[in-house]
């Protein structure tokens, strides 16, 4: 191992070619707890270092992903959230404070992220997301996707225009989708991913643009331990898929696509229920065959 400073990514050569890759004894001793586990090692950490992911919405699903991310050794954030902090998120959205009230959330996460991670890579958007503006609030990572590197997209929304958005430009761009939602006791969580396993269908399968959502935190209320066990899920199916290995199309070792889980949080239980593809699907359609008769129980 290296002994000199901590290590984000490879250290290079003085001619410009990458070294062997290694962490130093600092990001050893920091991510020991991820590194001991076979699934992770040594090249997984440096993997993450490697990794960018997006986080669209800083509310209390994404400020807490961003958090976990960032401490996991994750190398790039991307923070997108217009809204500003208010009194009434303090309970559940533990990375601001009483000083922030009135503050854009995702700019001040970015400023708190610095001191908790500062190995990590933060840029925030301080705008919504939309069909106008996703181009250029996903420009770093489609950059990165270029570069060969692994990335993910993390819904964290409470909107459903945006969600729309979000899944329609994850799949245009064949970026990797994880969304997760909570209102009162009922969470959702699935991942989507047109690369490895485009049989899985998308948002759009599942919730199609008509749906009716008579449901959000704002108008039904939540739990804030509620909403820690959902962004702790989202962030860890997060991470395994940026760990796992590319196992080709429809085969996904890991068996984290493809899959809908609803957490009840008044009895904790879990339920799954096995997507495909609706072929009629206006954003990820031709390939797939029809999502199960799920689609008319399920809320968002």
């Known amino acids: 191992m290296s002994r000199n400073h901590p290590l984000s990514h490879a250290e290079v050569l003085c001619d410009g070619t990458p070294s062997a890759n290694t962490l130093s004894d600092a990001d050893f001793i920091r991510y020991s707890r991820q590194v001991l586990l076979p699934e992770v090692g040594e090249a997984g950490q440096l993997q993450l270092a490697d990794a960018s992911v997006v986080i669209v919405g800083l509310?209390?699903?994404?400020?807490?992903?961003?958090?976990?991310?960032?401490?996991?050794?994750?190398?790039?954030?991307t923070l997108i959230d217009m809204d500003k902090v208010e009194?009434?998120?303090?309970?559940?959205?533990?990375?601001?404070?009483?000083?922030?009230?009135?503050l854009n959330k995702a700019r001040v996460a970015k400023q708190k992220l610095k001191g908790l991670a500062p190995q990590c890579t933060v840029t925030a958007h301080e705008t919504?997301?939309?069909?106008?503006?996703?181009?250029?609030?996903?420009?770093?990572?489609?950059?990165?996707?270029?570069?060969?590197k692994r990335l993910i997209v993390l819904d964290c929304t409470d909107n459903f225009a945006t969600r729309q958005a979000i899944n329609r430009r994850?799949?245009?761009a064949a970026l990797p989708l994880v969304s997760a939602s909570i209102a009162a006791f009922s969470g959702q969580l699935f991942a989507v991913d047109q690369i490895r396993f485009p049989s899985g269908g998308c948002y759009h399968c599942i919730f199609p643009a008509q749906?009716?959502?008579?449901?959000?935190?704002?108008?039904?209320?939540?739990?804030?331990?509620?909403?820690?066990?959902?962004a702790s899920m989202?962030?860890?199916?997060?991470?395994?898929?940026?760990?796992?290995?590319?196992?080709?199309?429809?085969?996904?070792?890991?068996a984290l696509l493809g899959r809908f889980w609803r957490f009840d949080a008044k009895?904790?239980?879990?339920?799954?229920?096995?997507?495909t593809r609706d072929p009629h699907c206006d954003v990820c359609r031709p390939k797939g065959v029809y999502l199960s008769s799920i689609?008319?129980?399920?809320?968002?």
């Not at 509310?59 to 954030?77: D, E, N, P, T, V």
């Not at 009194?87 to 009135?102: A, E, K, M, T, W």
């Not at 989202?234 to 890991?254: F, H, I, T, W, Y």
């Not at 689609?295 to 968002?300: A, F, M, P, R, T």
């Open 59 to 77: 509310g209390g699903l994404g400020q807490l992903a961003a958090q976990y991310l960032a401490r996991a050794g994750i190398g790039c954030l």
């Open 87 to 102: 009194v009434s998120n303090l309970p559940r959205q533990l990375l601001f404070s009483d000083g922030d009230i009135g």
């Open 128 to 148: 919504a997301f939309n069909a106008e503006t996703a181009v250029h609030l996903l420009a770093d990572i489609l950059l990165a996707k270029q570069q060969g």
């Open 170 to 172: 994850c799949i245009e």
């Open 211 to 230: 749906t009716r959502v008579p449901q959000s935190c704002s108008t039904q209320g939540v739990l804030g331990p509620s909403v820690g066990v959902m």
């Open 234 to 254: 989202q962030s860890l199916v997060a991470m395994q898929l940026l760990l796992s290995e590319d196992c080709g199309r429809d085969a996904p070792k890991n």
């Open 267 to 275: 009895s904790l239980l879990w339920t799954a229920a096995t997507l």
């Open 295 to 300: 689609k008319d129980s399920l809320e968002i």
